[in-house]
């Protein structure tokens, strides 16, 4: 059984409002858990509180109430983070450095030098197709261009969870399909993936799991395949068949030589949950 990457107990977080005698409620009593190897989708409208969730869970801001582990590990802890890389929605570079020189600056901040450090450099380039852009100036890159490099520079210390705030925000279709792509990969090289996105097409594509949140709270969790599929109906596709035949269901499709080619079931798009999850959650 995979052990647990992440560990949210009874989280809440409540902000008080400067000169009034208001609070502000982000997170109420938020559970969920995530297994080392898998990746998972916290989504969520604005407000949700999901961003508020991962600032406590990397030490950002402190909870009100409440437990938040990685690797079983209080993440107040600031041991327990050698182990997470960070890619936040608009990360910030230093416009005069190389994409080299970008990686090189974070692996001395964690540590590491010399050959280790230039291997390592060599292989996050070819991981986020960033060789032939190694040595052009981050001050020109593209918004695709600086998503993967910020994943790369999440890589340096070869982190065995990710968190991704908003990985392909702003980022043009086929950036987005790239960015994509390169999360099937960390997942394939056995890395947990913590990430939020609006994209939730993409969301489908890539989370085996998924946690809805709304107003503080999470509304809707599961495993993607579950949580899009229509429960209690089946749908037939048979090849060559009548027009009678199609109003008499599967079980005369063999009787009648027609070929039986898949069963499944109908689905919903994780759109289409998420919006019910969400604007009808007082119902």
Request: charged share 25%.
């Amino acid at each position: 059984m995979s052990s647990v990457a992440v560990k949210v107990s009874n989280l809440t977080k409540v902000y008080p409002v400067p000169l009034r005698r208001q609070k502000v409620l982000a997170v109420k009593d938020l559970n969920l858990e995530v297994a080392e190897g898998e990746v998972y989708g916290l989504l969520g409208p604005n407000g949700s509180g999901k961003s508020t969730t991962l600032k406590i869970l990397l030490g950002l801001v402190t909870a009100s109430r409440g437990v938040t582990e990685i690797f079983g590990q209080d993440s107040r802890d600031y041991r327990s983070h050698a182990d997470v890389g960070f890619l936040p929605e608009n990360p910030y570079f230093y416009k005069y450095l190389t994409a080299e020189e970008t990686l090189r600056f974070y692996g001395h901040i964690c540590g590491i030098r010399g050959s280790k450090l230039n291997a390592r450099i060599d292989e996050l380039l070819a991981l986020v197709g960033m060789e032939d852009a190694r040595h052009r100036r981050v001050g020109g890159y593209s918004k695709g261009m600086l998503q993967r490099i910020g994943l790369a520079q999440a890589l340096i210390q070869d982190p065995r969870l990710l968190v991704l705030d908003e990985p392909t925000a702003g980022v043009d279709p086929a950036g987005s399909r790239q960015i994509r792509d390169l999360i099937i990969n960390l997942k394939k090289l056995g890395k947990t993936v913590l990430l939020t996105s609006h994209l939730l097409e993409q969301v489908q594509e890539v989370c085996d799991r998924v946690g809805i949140m709304a107003r503080g709270e999470m509304v809707r969790e599961g495993r993607t395949e579950d949580l899009v599929t229509v429960k209690g109906q089946t749908e037939y596709l048979i090849e060559n068949a009548s027009p009678e035949l199609e109003a008499k269901i599967a079980a005369l499709a063999r009787e009648s030589g027609a070929n039986l080619l898949e069963v499944r079931h109908p689905r919903l798009t994780l759109e289409g949950v998420f919006i019910d999850a969400t604007l009808h959650k007082d119902r």
